[in-house]
């Protein structure tokens, strides 16, 4: 039943990208079960909110702003199969097609309301291909081209790590303090990542007074205990790091007020 309602799905590629969405949004929001990775097909997507989510994606379909090409449809309904092998079997050659295939079914149709969801398959596509660097340049498109897309802040953070790990650090704090500063992002599950990481690079940057409003929120928003009072002493130990050991003595000894035990 769930394979064949997926095949009637996919003729419709509107459809087929606005159940993704769905999905993939009362994820983020907590609404499904936690650990799980993001939703890439139609059958699991179809398994998870069944007919009535089903319906509910058909009827929150908006209009195009303007009709499909015929040729525009085949290569998105092309792109989509493609990518659904490439889920599959993560093949890098299938992967990159898939990708190619996917941004060139944007550019035939950039306002496309799933746009930004076929960018999104496209830079994983690619990431399964072990081409990051594309992948990056797509997440980047994302953030620029569709600023309210509910993949803006995965975009900032996959960003972000990937800077950091080429040692590029303002470029990832840059996306990091995005993400742990702007209201927009205050229910994000890179939230409190993104508040960590800031801090962290602050630190090893050596801007000491800076990382000290990061460690404490990380401090007061974490859920691990131990977690917590690391930071908390993080943040403490910050003015002993820059010189200051008038103000490194009493943030010392605040600490030790509040976690002695």
């Known amino acids: 039943r769930t394979n064949e309602m997926a095949e009637q799905i996919l003729l419709d590629m509107g459809l087929s990208f606005e159940l993704l969405r769905q999905v993939n949004s009362a994820e983020v929001q907590g609404k499904q079960a936690s650990g799980s990775g993001p939703v890439l097909t139609i059958r699991r997507a179809i398994a998870m909110v069944g007919l009535d989510g089903v319906r509910r ?3 929150a379909l908006r209009a195009w702003p303007g009709p499909l090409p015929e040729a525009g449809a085949a290569a998105m309904q092309r792109a989509m199969d493609k990518f659904n092998q490439c889920n599959e079997g993560k093949d890098a050659s299938v992967c990159t097609e898939a990708g190619d295939q996917l941004v060139a079914a944007v550019a035939k149709a950039p306002k496309h309301q799933s746009a930004d969801a076929a960018l999104h398959n496209a830079a994983l596509a690619y990431e399964n291909a072990q081409r990051f660097e594309t992948a990056m340049q797509l997440y980047e498109r994302i953030v620029n081209e569709y600023p309210e897309s509910q993949w803006v802040d995965k975009c900032l953070f996959k960003q972000a ?3 950091n790990a080429f040692f590029e650090y303002e470029k990832a704090l840059a996306n990091y303090n995005i993400l742990a500063d702007s209201p927009k992002f205050k229910d994000s599950q890179y939230r409190e990542d993104s508040v960590y990481n800031s801090a962290y690079i602050l630190t090893n940057l050596q801007s000491y007074n800076q990382a000290i409003p990061y460690w404490q929120r990380y401090s007061s928003e974490v859920d691990d ?10 943040a403490a130990d910050m003015p002993f790091r820059a010189g200051a050991w008038g103000a490194a003595v009493k943030s010392y000894e605040d600490f030790i007020g509040k976690h002695e035990r």
């Not at 205990?225 to 993080?234: C, G, L, M, Q, V």
């Open 161 to 163: 790590y990937a800077a």
């Open 57 to 59: 994606a058909a009827s």
């Open 225 to 234: 205990e131990t977690k917590r009072i690391e930071a908390a002493f993080n």
